[in-house]
């Protein structure tokens, strides 16, 4: 059975950082691409940011510069750090991985930027 588990999300002031985390269990990691989106209240699901087993990374314009994936194939997790928060990055955030054509998605953590 593989399981996606996201954690890391909360409320944060506009400005600040926050660090996701999402952990890979019942499948191989290594070879995989993961990746993050996010789907604020009555929008559709987003890229936020994508690497791949070779560690090139791709983002979403709205988040360049400010945030940053990273993965640890040792511990089968990858990172989201999103720094300098904006109102307009709150959503609930999901980890996605995919191989080939089989993807599994993780069941999201909330991300709330507010004063």
Same mark, same amino acid.
């Given at each position: 059975?593989?399981?996606?588990? #996201?954690?890391?999300?909360?409320?944060?002031?506009?400005?600040?950082?926050?660090?996701?985390?999402?952990?890979?269990?019942?499948?191989?990691?290594?070879?995989?691409?993961?990746? /993050?989106?996010?789907?604020?209240?009555?929008? #559709?699901? #987003?890229?936020?940011?994508?690497?791949?087993?070779? *560690?090139?990374?791709?983002?979403?314009?709205s988040?360049?510069? *400010?945030?940053?994936? $990273? *993965?640890?194939? $040792?511990?089968?997790?990858?990172?989201?750090?999103?720094?300098s928060?904006?109102? #307009?990055?709150?959503?609930?955030?999901?980890?996605?991985?995919?191989?080939?054509?089989?993807?599994? /998605?993780?069941?999201?953590?909330?991300?709330?930027?507010?004063?």
């Amino acid at each position: 059975q593989v399981h996606l588990v #996201e954690s890391g999300g909360g409320l944060v002031q506009p400005g600040g950082s926050l660090r996701l985390s999402c952990a890979v269990s019942g499948t191989s990691f290594s070879d995989s691409v993961m990746g /993050w989106y996010r789907q604020a209240p009555g929008k #559709e699901r #987003e890229l936020v940011a994508t690497i791949t087993s070779g *560690r090139s990374t791709n983002y979403a314009d709205s988040v360049k510069g *400010r945030f940053t994936i $990273a *993965r640890d194939n $040792a511990k089968k997790t990858v990172a989201l750090q999103m720094n300098s928060l904006k109102p #307009e990055d709150t959503a609930v955030y999901y980890c996605k991985y995919t191989y080939y054509t089989v993807n599994y /998605w993780g069941k999201g953590t909330l991300v709330t930027v507010s004063s």
